[in-house]
């Protein structure tokens, strides 16, 4: 049991308790249950790799929106990890295609530009007909400072550079928003 809270604990988001509660469940689930679980995880890591083009998951050479042929290929959307392009995917709202740049930058723990995708954006943007690249980058810190480094280095190129807004969750009173969240509504307003 040990061994596996330690090795439950090594996973993002979860502390001690919720690796102890995780591994409590496992005990208690069905033989078959378990092994479904075991076998699901080794055939993750087993099947799925990253998409050659765009960095997104597949279990082939290219993933589904970059095989898409009616996607808008003159727009990409440059995001931090694969799971936020399920998150851009789940609103309709974006068409086009998509780089993951695996991370964000952060000296303080020596992630460098070298270490993301961004070699890779720009190679595509030499070879594809790239008209806008969307920087969708989180907006925390470290996003931030990706996003300005991308929007630097793009300036030197033809290509039309835009950033997500950041502001207000529908149904939020405006009294309750902390000032950072309420200044990025501001300034990402939008003609009527």
Same mark, same amino acid.
């Given at each position: 049991?040990?061994?596996?809270?330690?090795?439950?604990?090594?996973?993002?988001?979860?502390?001690?308790?919720?690796?102890?509660?995780?591994?409590?469940? +496992?005990?208690?689930?069905?033989?078959?249950?378990?092994?479904?679980?075991?076998?699901?995880?080794?055939?993750?890591? %087993?099947? +799925?790799?990253?998409?050659?083009?765009?960095?997104?998951?597949?279990?082939?050479?290219?993933?589904?929106?970059?095989?898409?042929?009616?996607?808008?290929?003159?727009?990409?959307?440059?995001?931090?990890?694969?799971?936020?392009?399920?998150?851009?995917?789940?609103?309709?709202?974006?068409?086009?295609?998509?780089?993951?740049?695996?991370?964000?930058?952060?000296?303080?723990?020596?992630?460098?530009?070298?270490?993301?995708?961004?070699?890779?954006?720009?190679?595509?943007?030499?070879?594809?007909?790239?008209?806008?690249?969307?920087?969708?980058?989180?907006?925390?810190? %470290?996003?931030?400072?990706?996003?300005?480094?991308?929007?630097?280095?793009?300036?030197?190129?033809?290509?039309?550079?835009?950033?997500?807004?950041?502001?207000?969750?529908?149904?939020?009173?405006?009294?309750?928003?902390?000032?950072?969240?309420?200044?990025?509504?501001? %300034?990402?307003?939008?003609?009527?």
């Amino acid at each position: 049991m040990s061994n596996l809270i330690q090795a439950l604990k090594r996973m993002p988001g979860l502390g001690p308790k919720s690796a102890e509660r995780i591994a409590f469940h +496992i005990l208690r689930i069905p033989q078959k249950d378990a092994k479904a679980l075991a076998f699901s995880i080794l055939k993750v890591k %087993e099947r +799925i790799k990253f998409c050659s083009r765009c960095g997104n998951l597949s279990e082939e050479d290219l993933c589904d929106i970059c095989k898409d042929s009616n996607r808008d290929r003159s727009i990409i959307c440059v995001v931090e990890q694969p799971n936020d392009i399920l998150a851009v995917e789940k609103t309709s709202a974006f068409k086009g295609l998509y780089h993951v740049l695996g991370g964000a930058l952060s000296p303080l723990d020596g992630i460098e530009p070298q270490n993301l995708r961004i070699k890779e954006l720009f190679g595509r943007l030499k070879k594809e007909r790239i008209k806008e690249v969307i920087i969708a980058t989180d907006s925390d810190s %470290e996003g931030e400072t990706t996003a300005l480094y991308l929007a630097d280095r793009l300036k030197r190129t033809q290509i039309k550079v835009t950033r997500i807004a950041f502001g207000l969750p529908a149904g939020t009173n405006l009294e309750y928003a902390d000032e950072v969240t309420l200044s990025n509504a501001i %300034e990402g307003r939008r003609n009527l």
